[in-house]
């Protein structure tokens, strides 16, 4: 039973600190990357994975309802093992500093996007997932390969 | 859903709405700008951050809309960190949003700035950018309700606004900004 008290809210947070202004398709694949982390680690638990999520916000009552219907599996999952993400619009552009930004998977064009983003390494490697409904600016997702633990 | 940059691109055209006022305030400036009058691109939109004149431009609602597209810029890596894509913890953005501490220092922001979210509210077709658009308002109206109310009522009247504003409301509250009660239909 994933459904419980911890991991609604555990879920919801990360959902809510990731995507608290995505759309439904957005908001659903961040939160079903977890879902699919949790599989392929073999854990029940949110909290064993949550290390690679932002989690700085308090769930959001849409968030919570979000995660309650992952976790029920009352939701189809359309993001085909998604385990990664990132915001094109939010990564480094061309010609910009870089600072802490993981830029390893060099340059790309990310839609309307006026300059070239940086992208991180594992893009490099892993395959991409397009979902429709999600702005390609905003997010793009990835899966591991394999079905192995992901960190 | 429609590409975020439209967003923006309605405030651009915003700016087309005050061109009297402008062109009284600092008319070499405000013609130099590539983009006064008519529909917008989204390609012109996602020139906009790096628009050159517009960055010289320093008439009042130039001042509005730079410190604007900052804000949204702001706002996006604040609810966007990238974990996945950064080395060590994220790097959120600190300090106040642009537009607050403009508006602080220069009051008379808020007037153009108020005007330009309600045009974009009205015309608003990403979610995202809707919900920054009411948020950047409420953010904006402490001390004169009015703006965040005028920028709620222009949203377009439909299911998926309702649903927008009782998300907008609920990050309002969470967040403990201001006027979160001044964000409803009512």
């Known amino acids: 039973m994933l459904d419980t008290k911890d991991n609604i809210n555990d879920l919801a947070k990360i959902i809510t600190s990731e995507a608290s202004v995505g759309n439904d398709a957005e908001r659903s694949s961040v939160g079903f990357t977890v879902l699919h982390r949790m599989r392929r680690n073999a854990t029940a638990r949110v909290k064993d994975v949550w290390s690679g999520y932002a989690r700085n916000q308090s769930p959001r009552p849409w968030a919570i309802r979000l995660a309650t219907t992952i976790l029920r599996n009352e939701l189809a999952d359309t993001t085909n093992g998604a385990t990664h993400f990132y915001s094109p619009q939010y990564m480094p552009k061309e010609g910009e500093t870089t600072g802490r930004a993981d830029v390893g998977g060099g340059l790309e064009q990310s839609g309307h996007l006026k300059k070239k983003n940086f992208r991180p390494g594992y893009a490099k490697t892993f395959p991409r997932v397009s979902l429709p409904d999600v702005n390609e600016e905003r997010f793009k997702f990835w899966r591991a390969p394999g079905n192995g633990a992901v960190r | 859903m429609v590409q975020y940059g439209r967003g923006l691109a309605a405030l651009w055209l915003g700016l087309s709405f005050f061109q009297p006022a402008v062109l009284a305030g600092d008319a070499p400036s405000y013609r130099q700008l590539p983009v006064i009058n008519g529909r917008v691109t989204l390609d012109e939109y996602e020139e906009l951050p790096y628009n050159q004149a517009l960055q010289r431009c320093t008439a009042l609602d130039c001042r509005a809309l730079k410190s604007l597209v900052r804000s949204f810029d702001f706002l996006g890596r604040r609810y966007f960190p990238n974990t996945m894509a950064t080395i060590g913890p994220p790097q959120l953005p600190r300090g106040p949003v ?36 009411v948020e950047l308002a409420s953010l904006i109206s402490k001390g004169d309700r009015q703006c965040v109310k005028r920028v709620v009522m222009a949203l377009p009247k439909n299911k998926e606004t309702r649903e927008l504003i009782e998300n907008a409301q609920e990050g309002c509250v969470a967040q403990h900004e201001p006027n979160c009660s001044a964000i409803s239909f009512e």
């Open chain 2, 98 to 133: 642009p537009i607050v501490r403009d508006v602080a220092r220069h009051p008379q922001l808020r007037g153009p700035s108020c005007k330009l979210l309600t045009v974009l509210a009205k015309d608003y077709f990403d979610w995202s950018v809707g919900l920054l658009t």
